[in-house]
């Protein structure tokens, strides 16, 4: 466990920074604690791979990225816009859709996610990178 004093992305507490209020718990399952983009990436990521209805007691949690894993592509560019509104819904951070890039490799079935943004105090900016395989 980090100790008290431990800030990884502003410092330490005993200099009067700002908290990092982005903190998760490694979804690995590696007993092992994620601070600042490492955090918001994994939310990303959870987000955009929970279908909605499928996580109890939350039923709304979820994108619909599901339905483009499953319809050789065809209605991305309709359903992108909504996959973004359900991450900045769900994490705390804004994306910069116009130099968002989602690749689409139809042989090998994969998307390639990069979408860059800022944590909603604007201390935290990341680009979101993920390879996702159907």
Request: hydrophobic share 45%; net charge negative.
């Amino acid at each position: 466990m980090l100790s008290l004093s431990a800030n990884p992305d502003f410092s330490t507490l005993s200099n009067a920074s700002v908290v990092n209020p982005y903190y998760d718990l490694d979804g690995l399952g590696e007993k092992t604690e994620l601070w600042g983009k490492d955090a918001l990436d994994q939310m990303i990521e959870n987000v955009i791979l929970t279908e909605p209805f499928e996580r109890l007691f939350n039923l709304a949690y979820g994108s619909p990225l599901y339905l483009l894993l499953f319809e050789n592509f065809a209605r991305m560019d309709e359903l992108m816009p909504q996959v973004f509104d359900a991450i900045e819904y769900w994490v705390p951070i804004k994306i910069d859709r116009t130099n968002a890039d989602i690749e689409k490799d139809e042989i090998n079935h994969v998307l390639l996610f990069k979408i860059p943004y800022v944590s909603n105090n604007g201390m935290i900016t990341g680009i979101f990178a993920r390879r996702i395989k159907k």
